[in-house]
């Protein structure tokens, strides 16, 4: 080898030696921070990195997901000298590469709800989400400060109103009829929640059936179904950037397909911006319950110019996300209680019939099927206990989106740095034994008729629903609630399924009204019981993985009342 050989080879090596000696340690500094727990929180309990990333391997869904990192936060606490328990109010999980405060304590969820300048949500570009940020945009769920202001603003009549069961009950007709065909068949609940509630809210959001019930191959709903898929798929999940490398074919596809979907909706926008503008210039009125969401949005958005196009396609986007899954995985956990706990059953339907009486089911044809009036409805009180404890056990959305701490902010005796991802525990929360007893983890709805659970009851004060003022009993009935209390704050904050304060969710009378509109149709219409494995019919159902809860593999045998 010449000298000169040598020499070059001796420069490269040594050059690549420094740059090990700078990258290493780089790459070894970005490690240690990434898992040392910050001197603030190093006293609080915590799940080991170890037990988080075996909970996200673990079959079986959410709550077998929740019971490995449970477990091992206990044995962390008992380890540490604590209390087995005392990982119930805060504690710590590593989250998305840095150590976040998971909060399980009531008043610690309401100075989240009621701080929101604070506790500011995380978006999906914040953490590298380019796709899931490409599809929902900002909008009134994800965004914070002056720009969710500007949102809640514009959307915030589109909900404050009473709404009409007309809508929930055509679609319901439909479901009947669908469902007639299948008595004697088990039938998959979720498919078929996910489709009520799918047409429910094309209807309700911009006045089109997408038809899902019948049709749910159509283009527009597999073009929807399978992004939401695509979008949940873990690997984007767990390496958003991932999302970035436009090289691998499923992003480019995923692309293509938001892109198809945007058109969709811009269809539906310019026609019915053209619709409210024809109306509004020949000052025709139209009756609020015969408005669609769209329409209330675009009347309130014309006395605010900053309130753009694109701000309103990603909301009617975003009613379309948070609208139907919940209200879907919140039904079929309701009719899974309701088959396995029969007495519960017929005690709903007793009080269906006591306020609509009964219907012959040999000769009244689904499409001819009693609709429950809004005012008929606000008299479910029991089946809204069913629906309320339904989303006590298993609440649709497990936690808050997540937060961070906007300012160094002290909670308990906690200092909890700027900075720190925040995660409010809806489903531990509700679950916990020290707030609802030694039978916290029983369905039993008639504990919302006693008064017990944070002291509020049947005919309390406070039947604020969905941040609506509601005042007195007849203003509660046109509004369409019923007695049942339903507001955060009646139960200490620790009954939390819509969120609260000022984010509180906005659909949740619209989704309350669409459920019992639903069941109490369904309980007219049939009796049915449980087809499902061990697991759910000894009442421990395996649940969905991912971001919304709720029971799996449990079908329903539906038979017709009355029907021979
Ligand atoms: C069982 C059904 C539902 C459940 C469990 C549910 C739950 C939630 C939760 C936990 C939040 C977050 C609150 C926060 O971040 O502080 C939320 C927000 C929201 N939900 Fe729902 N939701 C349901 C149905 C609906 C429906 C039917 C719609 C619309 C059609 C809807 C629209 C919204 C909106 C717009 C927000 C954002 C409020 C804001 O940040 O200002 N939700 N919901």
Known sequence: MSALATATSVSAGSALLTLLAVIVPYFAYKIYKSIAVPSALAHLPRIPISATLKSV???????????????????????????????????????????????????????????????????????????????????????????????????????????????????????????????????????????????????????????????????????????????????????????????????????????????FVEGVIKVKEAEVKQRLAAGIAKDEKDRDLLECMIEAAMNDPEFTRRDLRSNLVIFFIAGHDTTASSLVTSLYYLALHPEFQTKARAEVLSVLGDVDNTTTSAADFPVPTTAEQAQFDFLTCIIKEALRLYPAVTGLPLRRTAKPVTMGNVAIPKGTPIHADIYGVQRNPAIWGDDAGVFRPERWLEDRAGGAKVGSANKVNAGASVNSEKDAVKAGTTAIPMAPSAHGFAWVPFGGGQRLCLGQQFSLIEQRVVLSMLLLRYEWTLVGDADALTGHPKTASGVLLHPVNVKLNFKIRGAK
């Open 57 to 263: 391997l673990t079959p079986g869904g959410f709550i077998n997901e929740n019971k490995v990192q449970v477990e091992a936060v206990q044995k962390y606490c008992v380890e540490h000298g604590m209390d087995k328990d005392a990982w119930r109010d805060m504690h710590l999980i590593w989250l998305f590469g840095t150590w976040g405060v998971v909060l399980g304590k009531p008043e610690h969820l309401r100075t989240v709800f009621l701080n929101t300048d604070t506790f500011p949500k995380f978006l999906y570009g914040d953490v590298g989400f380019e796709l899931h940020q490409k599809f929902v945009g900002f909008n009134v769920i994800l965004s914070n400060g002056d720009m969710w202001k500007l949102h809640r603003k514009v959307a915030n009549p589109a909900f404050h109103r009473s709404w009409s069961t007309q809508v929930m009950g055509t679609c319901t007709r439909t479901l009947l009829e669908q469902l007639d065909l299948l008595t004697g068949t088990p039938v998959d609940l979720f498919d078929w929640m996910q489709r009520v509630t799918l047409d429910v809210l094309s209807l309700a959001t911009f006045g089109q059936n997408l038809d899902a019930l019948r049709n749910p191959n159509s283009h527009i709903v597999t073009l929807y179904n399978d992004l939401m898929k695509d979008l949940q798929r873990p690997l984007f999940q767990l390496m958003p950037f991932l999302q970035k490398v436009k090289l691998i074919p499923l992003v480019r596809d995923i692309h293509r397909r938001i892109d198809e979907f945007d058109e």
